[in-house]
């Protein structure tokens, strides 16, 4: 998912080898564009000013049956792709949800007609100016609080677990001509097989070794902490260089992020109050302690120590990070300790509760007939019988009567 100036789109096409085809437009000033694994470009016009593409783009499309002049202005998506490549709103969903956060004076419908729909804008300009933590927030979403929302219903579990293992329809094959699939997992922003993300911020009143800020986070965005590195460092964190998925490594910075997320989900809803704390504190550190490395790489390089500054932009790197993934995999620590066992323990207070379940899961699950009862049917045929969350004591061998 990318966020830039000018759209550039790309397809391959053999030519004997010769090339493939692309398009691009640009970016109005002030607007975002939202790509999600499928081609957001439409009409072509030679005439436009704000559009390029592969000199040969007409005739291939022409040699090749996709296109026809008669036809009129070629449609970039239409013409070099079959749109969503894996199911209904695998990219869409996305699209829609980045610009209704972002601009939701649009009023962008979350359901559209089909993969070539023009319900969405190509760019669209946010309501209000977006700040880094908002940006960051944006790779943390899971449809929260709207119709593709993951944290409810059953398969979120009793805690709100946002995350999926894949069904019979969740693979990437293409649509057959007039294929119909059944259904699948909506997929998120922040999907649970996502490696790192990143943000590139740039401030063009600083010079750019010390304005460009690229912050990087490890593992699933949702569950992560941003770590600013700058344009201008010559190094990064050891920990940052160091990962492999087939063996857990407290050397490893990836590993730190993604221990959280896995171990998050066993309480996901609860966690997530410890996990956002956390977060808001390690990136509001690194937001307000930036203020004063930017001050200090400009005074090595006004006084013509360029090298200097960058070496400073270089230790504050390396240690920001290095002390924030120690930090991470504390509170990863302390995490584990806090909901083991099934249990949330409070150790500054001694105090350790065991709060089970939320009721409606109760509900759902059909606890109120669970083994303390053996006619379960007959309880569940009782007309207008409803589980009102409320403890009733009868002596033994009453509950039937009771009722």
Same mark, same amino acid.
């Given at each position: 998912m990318t966020i830039r100036e000018r759209a550039r789109e790309m397809c391959g096409h053999d030519m004997n080898g010769t090339g493939g085809l692309w398009a691009a437009q640009r970016i109005p000033d002030g607007h975002v564009f939202v790509a999600a694994n499928t081609f957001r470009i439409r009409e072509l016009d030679p005439a436009r000013d704000d559009q390029v593409f592969s000199d040969n783009l007409?005739?291939?499309?022409? *040699?090749?049956?996709? !296109?026809?002049?008669?036809?009129?202005?070629?449609? !970039?998506l239409e013409t070099v792709s079959t749109g969503e490549y894996s199911h209904p709103y695998y990219s869409l969903s996305r699209v829609w949800r980045l610009y209704?956060?972002?601009?939701?004076?649009?009023?962008l419908p979350p359901y559209v007609e089909g993969t070539y729909t023009t319900a969405y804008p190509f760019s669209a300009k946010p309501d209000e100016p977006l700040n880094a933590t908002m940006v960051l927030s944006l790779y943390r979403d899971h449809y929260e609080g709207t119709v593709f929302d993951l944290t409810n219903g059953t398969a979120a579990g009793p805690y709100g677990d946002p995350y999926r293992n894949p069904g019979p329809f969740d693979n990437h094959a293409p649509f057959a001509p007039g294929e119909v699939r059944p259904g699948a997992w909506p997929r998120p922003i922040s999907p649970l097989f996502c490696s790192y993300s990143y943000v590139c911020q740039?401030?063009? *009143?600083?010079?750019?070794?010390?304005?460009?800020?690229?912050?990087?986070?490890?593992?699933?965005?949702?569950?992560?902490a941003y770590l600013p590195v700058y344009a201008g460092a010559t190094a990064i964190p050891e920990s940052f260089t160091i990962g492999n998925r087939s063996e857990v490594s407290r050397d490893s910075a990836w590993w730190a992020f993604n221990t959280v997320t896995n171990w998050a989900r066993l309480r996901y809803s609860d966690m997530m109050v410890d996990v956002r704390a956390e977060q808001a504190a390690v990136e509001g550190a690194a937001l307000a302690d930036l203020a004063r490395a930017d001050a200090g790489a400009l005074e090595l390089r006004n006084s013509s120590e360029e090298e200097a500054a960058r070496e400073y932009l270089t230790n504050w790197t390396v240690a920001n990070g290095e002390a924030n993934v120690d930090r991470w995999w504390g509170f990863s620590?302390?995490?584990?300790?806090?909901?083991?066992?099934?249990?949330?323990?409070d150790f500054a207070n001694g105090t350790t509760a065991s709060p089970g379940y939320p009721a409606d899961w109760y509900d759902d699950a059909g606890y109120q007939y669970g083994p303390r009862i053996y006619d379960a049917t007959?309880?569940?045929?009782?007309?207008?019988?409803?589980?009102?969350?409320?403890?009733v004591t009868v002596a033994p061998g009453d509950e039937l009567r009771t009722i």
């Amino acid at each position: 998912m990318t966020i830039r100036e000018r759209a550039r789109e790309m397809c391959g096409h053999d030519m004997n080898g010769t090339g493939g085809l692309w398009a691009a437009q640009r970016i109005p000033d002030g607007h975002v564009f939202v790509a999600a694994n499928t081609f957001r470009i439409r009409e072509l016009d030679p005439a436009r000013d704000d559009q390029v593409f592969s000199d040969n783009l007409f005739d291939v499309a022409e *040699w090749n049956g996709w !296109w026809r002049p008669a036809d009129g202005r070629l449609d !970039w998506l239409e013409t070099v792709s079959t749109g969503e490549y894996s199911h209904p709103y695998y990219s869409l969903s996305r699209v829609w949800r980045l610009y209704d956060r972002m601009a939701p004076s649009l009023e962008l419908p979350p359901y559209v007609e089909g993969t070539y729909t023009t319900a969405y804008p190509f760019s669209a300009k946010p309501d209000e100016p977006l700040n880094a933590t908002m940006v960051l927030s944006l790779y943390r979403d899971h449809y929260e609080g709207t119709v593709f929302d993951l944290t409810n219903g059953t398969a979120a579990g009793p805690y709100g677990d946002p995350y999926r293992n894949p069904g019979p329809f969740d693979n990437h094959a293409p649509f057959a001509p007039g294929e119909v699939r059944p259904g699948a997992w909506p997929r998120p922003i922040s999907p649970l097989f996502c490696s790192y993300s990143y943000v590139c911020q740039g401030r063009s *009143w600083l010079p750019p070794e010390v304005g460009g800020v690229a912050w990087i986070g490890f593992a699933v965005p949702a569950e992560t902490a941003y770590l600013p590195v700058y344009a201008g460092a010559t190094a990064i964190p050891e920990s940052f260089t160091i990962g492999n998925r087939s063996e857990v490594s407290r050397d490893s910075a990836w590993w730190a992020f993604n221990t959280v997320t896995n171990w998050a989900r066993l309480r996901y809803s609860d966690m997530m109050v410890d996990v956002r704390a956390e977060q808001a504190a390690v990136e509001g550190a690194a937001l307000a302690d930036l203020a004063r490395a930017d001050a200090g790489a400009l005074e090595l390089r006004n006084s013509s120590e360029e090298e200097a500054a960058r070496e400073y932009l270089t230790n504050w790197t390396v240690a920001n990070g290095e002390a924030n993934v120690d930090r991470w995999w504390g509170f990863s620590d302390r995490l584990i300790a806090k909901y083991a066992n099934g249990m949330v323990s409070d150790f500054a207070n001694g105090t350790t509760a065991s709060p089970g379940y939320p009721a409606d899961w109760y509900d759902d699950a059909g606890y109120q007939y669970g083994p303390r009862i053996y006619d379960a049917t007959g309880l569940a045929e009782i007309p207008d019988l409803a589980y009102v969350n409320e403890t009733v004591t009868v002596a033994p061998g009453d509950e039937l009567r009771t009722i």
